[in-house]
């Protein structure tokens, strides 16, 4: 074997052993792409559901206030009162 033939064998096995490692990195960023996106819809999700839940409290208290009902305080950790109450 000729050193030329070294060398382009070396050079072959470099680009080849790059192509792999650069395939590996890429399809792990691919999956925390999509574990980012995944995370994002869910919060997303929530976000809609914490303000219809927080619309259907207040017409429930509203409808026991109406009947004379007086409704229990609201833990402050639902925040239904947007920051204006203590």
């Known amino acids: 074997m000729t050193a030329t ?3 382009a ?3 072959a096995s470099a680009g ?3 192509t792999g490692v650069g395939t590996i990195l890429n ?3 691919a999956g925390a792409d999509d574990q980012i996106k995944a995370m994002r819809a869910q919060i997303a ?3 809609r559901w914490k303000i219809v839940a927080r619309h259907y409290i207040a017409q429930l ?3 026991l206030a109406d009947r004379g009902i007086q409704s229990p305080e609201p833990p ?3 925040e239904l009162y ?3 109450r203590g």
């Open 9 to 11: 064998i070396l050079t």
């Open 61 to 63: 208290r509203g409808e």
């Open 16 to 18: 080849a052993i790059a």
């Open 5 to 7: 033939e070294l060398i």
């Open 76 to 78: 402050p950790e639902l």
């Open 27 to 29: 399809s792990r960023r």
């Open 82 to 84: 947007g920051g204006d």
């Open 45 to 47: 999700k929530l976000d």
